[in-house]
């Protein structure tokens, strides 16, 4: 069984001119497409990694592989953290929100602050660490999965990610979607350490 192209869980207009259509056809339709193919294709040639999930493949690969299975769970993981209809963090995810940044308006800017700064490709998240909110980055295809963290919420900060809707300008795009599109009840669900398994497939 061949790892397959996730479904976006929302129409590609529904964000409007936030993330365009067109720029979900390309980061979703193409690259996320793209390393979908090229995965498939190193698994294919190698009977010894038949059958493994993403995440087992992530843990145990590296090189060329590993870019690839790392870039399909972190783009999954990414498009179940977005949502057009605003949210707001309620309940427990609130609670340690307030006791980490003392608000979602702090929080924001910290995760913004992180995409912003992080140098070239890569990815800024939103972790929980010893029952405590991390916010953090990851280089190129590397992923929290691949250092046992327990994800909540992730970023695309590849230019693949903003450029056609927002040119070289990262810090508008973060700033929009940090504010905007972020799905916190995705966020708030993955406390219990079930957002490994939510962007995981079997190959």
């Keep these: 069984m061949a790892f397959i192209l996730p479904e976006l869980p929302y129409a590609k207009t529904?964000?409007?001119d936030k993330?365009?259509?067109?720029?979900?056809?390309?980061h979703h339709g193409k690259h996320h497409n793209a390393y979908v193919v090229k995965a498939n294709e190193l698994v294919a040639a190698d009977e010894s990694l038949q059958g493994k999930s993403l995440v087992e493949l992530i843990k145990t690969s590296k090189g060329g592989l590993f870019n690839q299975v790392g870039q399909i769970w972190n783009h999954s993981f990414y498009w179940l953290g977005l949502s057009p209809e605003p949210t707001e963090p309620t309940g427990k995810l609130a609670d340690l929100i307030n006791e980490g940044f003392g608000?979602?308006?702090?929080?924001?800017?910290?995760?913004?602050a992180e995409a912003v700064g992080h140098f070239a490709s890569g990815w800024a998240a939103l972790n929980l660490k010893d029952g405590k909110l991390e916010v953090t980055s990851?280089?190129?295809a590397d992923t929290p999965v691949a250092h046992g963290?327990?994800?909540l919420f992730i970023l695309d900060v590849w230019e693949h990610a903003y450029y056609i809707d927002y040119r070289n300008a990262r810090p508008n795009y973060a700033d929009t979607l940090l504010?905007?599109?972020v799905n916190w009840d995705f966020v708030a669900s993955n406390l219990?350490?079930?957002?490994?398994?939510?962007?995981?497939?079997?190959?």
């Design 179 to 181: 504010k905007s599109c």
């Design 19 to 26: 993330i365009s259509a067109e720029t979900f056809d390309f």
């Design 138 to 140: 990851y280089h190129d």
């Design 192 to 203: 219990d350490g079930s957002g490994v398994e939510k962007a995981d497939q079997k190959g």
């Design 103 to 112: 608000s979602t308006d702090a929080l924001i800017e910290k995760l913004k």
């Design 149 to 151: 963290a327990t994800p």
């Design 14 to 16: 529904a964000f409007g």
